[in-house]
């Protein structure tokens, strides 16, 4: 298999970042970006040494695979037409508005062999990847998304633009279907509910209890899990991970369990060009995406029940 043929749907902040990466690898020839500004196109074209487009159909029976990085209202039409060409799909998060849509795209990529990834990108954070084998049967999981406000990503709300990633990453984590969900929020910068809390109950008893903020003063990325041998505490923002587990024997202070603090530090890595490199290796290798079609489903399908009991 020679070089691949790509093309990036969408280049405003986040899918110029996809452009630069497809850009770089030498086993893929970025064949085009597209935009419906035509300046911006144009720009990000110049940059990356590729041709702008305003319309994605030019393009199709012309590349193998795309990244979608246009706006939710539109994943499902744009992911549908690139199936329908044979493409392979790298769609960014929510992967649709609707779990129905997401199921017809699902099964069309089965229908045309092409890989369905959805760019939930923590999935690829280096805190992440270093606790797989760590994390067993957790009992309770608090997590933290807290940001600034931007006007860039309101046009769905902050379950849907912030707290999806944690919705995702804690779904893989249990690995259980949720029994419950009660959820409250309110909107206070945008039109749309920009601070949320959660709390999920899974069938074997886990419970999760995440909020999602863009209306902080200032940004938090934390996560802490209790399971029966440990609590893990991930720090994204300081990039620390701090695990205690209960030993064998007595502490130093008779009565109390003998308790080991192990403290790890992960540099900071390009989680984007981990995605999008694995996207490509999937595409070659004929392997099963790190994030499927079928995990975007299920993190929407969450989001969506939390945005009903708001």
Known sequence: MGKLRAAVIGVGYLGRFHAQKFAALDDVELVGVVDTFADRAAEVAAEVGTQPYADYRELLGRVDLVSIVVPTQYHFQVARDCFEAGCHVLLEKPVTRTVEEADRLIELARQKKCVFQVGHLERFNPAILALQGVIKNPQFIESHRLAPFKPRGTDVNVVLDLMIHDIDIILSIVGHPIKMVNSVGVPVLSGEVDIANARLQFENG?????????????????????????????????????????????????????????????????????????????IRNGTQPVVSGEDGRRALEVALQINTRL
Do not use: H, W
Request: charged share 30%; aromatic share 8%; proline share 4%.
């Open 206 to 282: 886990c419970v999760a209890n995440v909020t999602a903020s863009r209306v902080s003063r200032e940004a938090m990325r934390k996560v802490r899990i209790f399971q029966p041998d440990a609590y893990i505490s991930i720090d994204y923002q300081e990039r620390k991970i701090s695990m205690y587990r209960k030993c064998e024997g007595e502490a130093m202070i008779p009565g109390l369990p003998n308790i080991v603090m192990e403290e790890k530090s992960f540099t900071q890595s390009d989680a984007l060009m981990a995605e999008i490199r694995s996207f490509v290796d999937v």
